[in-house]
């Protein structure tokens, strides 16, 4: 399962194309891209800890609407782009 959700939170943030996401949607995105699978939310943000950790994602905390933000590093990026 944690396969399947790092390439679905690595091609989900492909796709915004260097635009930040909201986490909410990440953990959205995530999931439906899992699908049939069923994640749970402490599996989701497990992974995502995981890509942080490994350099291949960033996240931030916008402070105008204090709601934290995921992007794909340029690791991440390569490593995405190879999953497509």
Request: aromatic share 4%; glycine share 6%.
């Amino acid at each position: 399962m944690k396969t399947k959700l790092y390439r679905a939170i690595l091609l989900a943030l492909n796709q915004c194309d260097g635009v930040p996401m909201p986490e909410a949607a990440l953990f959205s995105a995530a999931s439906l891209l899992c699908r049939p699978d069923e994640p749970t939310p402490g599996e989701i943000a497990d992974a995502i800890q995981d890509l942080a950790t490994a350099g291949h994602i960033d996240g931030t905390t916008d402070d105008l609407v204090k709601t934290r933000v995921w992007l794909l590093t340029a690791k991440g990026i390569l490593k995405a782009r190879a999953l497509r």
